[in-house]
């Protein structure tokens, strides 16, 4: 399969953009490839500069649950095009999505929309402190909320509360009030309130942890987690950036019927346009400007191609849940087990919902521990297999692998086929 557009495209865009890529993971540094460079996608297709076409189990990332371009999403937002493409002054769509949003995640009581998942966790954090009054937040090593300051945090090697930036950039001062415990480890949290409950604003968690590769939260952890921040008089945050509209309508609330304070959300809620969105309780985002003393705004907040690309998606998503869902559930575990029936113990797969990651490790994955386990020198080349066989994975061991709507059952088949014909040595 020639790539030769795309080495070119790569060596000159690294003389202009910092590693020649626009978000890390895309320089496929850790596949030890050189990132193909997209030209277009429709459906479950995405095709790149060099005209080679790959089934898309990348999906945007998230955003693409029915598939690329689907024709109803770009109609509408073609039609809002030539209504203006900014405003600054609230729209009756921003309306629309804030009452849809609220219909299908009723937690979601006051909704603010911003411009990106990073957005939404750091505001969602600033108004649980605001509410509170307290500093602290705990969030579990391997979840990923964006690349805020305060978030870009590793446990430190002293006390088992001390945090420090994995960024550089990122002031100590900026990460000490971020408490670090263990994903799917009930005693990690409840150390942390004994020595600090207090002091704890919230609790910030993606609900499936999907930022280590795909993990499920064990039985009850999410209601723990629950019962403990009402215990302490702290609130709970559900970072659905991933999961919202994904592991089910209602997101990873409705599936696993655990009620947050707060929710995040990003990718599918704008429809592949830049939008994250914050909200909950009405009395805890009734501390939100102008209403409250917690201050957050934007520019583009609520633009009327983004709102519009994102209501089109959820209204197509609600109208055919009773479809969607089942199907790429199905799809997804069909690759899961086949994945499993061919490569057998010598790795494991997570799968949820149309979530999965395959580990290459013998050890069941539950926490950011095991999931290091893994080989990522068998996944760069597996990776590489099913890329150079037309198959569009995430250029990472630690993402997960998105199946859309538009997946048909030939593509599944196309990928099954694949798996099976794999050979590690
Ligand atoms: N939260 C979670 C769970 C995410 O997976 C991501 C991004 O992948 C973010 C937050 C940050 O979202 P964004 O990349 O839109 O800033």
Not at 38 to 43: D, E, F, H, L, N
Not at 97 to 117: C, D, F, H, K, Y
Not at 355 to 374: G, H, N, P
Not at 401 to 424: G, N, P, Q, R, W
Request: with cysteine.
């Amino acid at each position: 399969m020639a790539m030769t557009n795309s080495q070119d495209l790569f060596e000159k865009s690294q003389k202009v953009i910092p590693g020649g890529v626009n978000s890390p993971v895309r320089a496929f540094g850790s596949v030890g490839r050189t990132p193909v460079f997209m030209k277009k996608a429709k459906g479950s297709h995405i095709f790149d500069e060099d005209g080679n076409s790959y089934v898309d189990y990348v999906c945007s990332w998230g955003p693409g649950i029915l598939g690329h371009a689907d024709d109803r999403v770009i109609d509408a937002v073609k039609a809002a095009c030539d209504d203006g493409l900014t405003f600054g002054a609230p729209t009756r769509k921003e309306l629309e999505i804030a009452e849809l949003v609220n219909e299908l995640m009723p937690s979601m009581e006051l909704t603010r929309m911003v411009n990106s998942g990073t957005e939404a966790v750091m505001s969602a954090l600033r108004v649980a402190r605001g509410f509170t009054g307290r500093d602290k937040i705990v969030k579990f090593r391997g979840c990923y909320h964006g690349h805020s300051d305060g978030l870009l945090v590793k446990a430190g090697s002293a006390a088992l509360t001390q945090s420090v930036p994995y960024s550089l950039g990122v002031p100590k001062s900026y990460t000490q009030h971020t408490l670090i415990a263990e994903y799917n480890n009930e005693d990690s949290v409840k150390k942390l309130f004994e020595a600090e409950g207090k002091d704890i604003a919230a609790i910030v968690v993606e609900p499936v942890a999907a930022n280590m590769g795909v993990v499920p939260p064990h039985d009850g952890f999410l209601q723990f987690l629950r019962d403990i921040t009402n215990e302490y008089g702290a609130l709970l945050i559900f970072d659905e950036v991933i999961t919202g509209f994904r592991l089910s309508l209602g997101g990873a609330q409705e599936y696993f019927g655990v009620k947050p304070d707060l929710t995040t959300l990003g990718k599918i809620v704008g429809g592949g346009m830049p939008v994250g969105a914050y909200g909950g309780r009405r009395d805890v985002m009734s501390m939100v400007a102008p209403l409250g003393g917690v201050y957050q705004a934007g520019t583009l907040s609520g633009n009327p191609i983004a709102m519009t690309a994102g209501l089109t998606t959820l209204r197509i998503l609600q109208k055919e849940k009773d479809t969607i869902y089942p199907a790429i559930e199905k799809s997804t575990r069909q690759i899961a087990d086949t994945v499993r029936d061919t490569l057998g113990d010598t790795v494991h797969v997570n799968q949820i919902g149309s979530l999965m990651s395959v580990f290459f490790t013998d050890q069941e994955v539950v926490d950011m521990d095991t999931s290091i386990s893994s080989d990522t020198a068998r996944y760069a080349k597996y990776f590489s297999y099913m890329l150079d066989n037309g198959i569009y994975l995430a250029p990472s061991q630690f993402e997960a692998m998105f199946v859309s709507y538009a997946h048909s059952k030939e593509d599944v088949s196309k990928t099954c086929e694949l798996i099976k014909a794999y050979k590690e040595n």
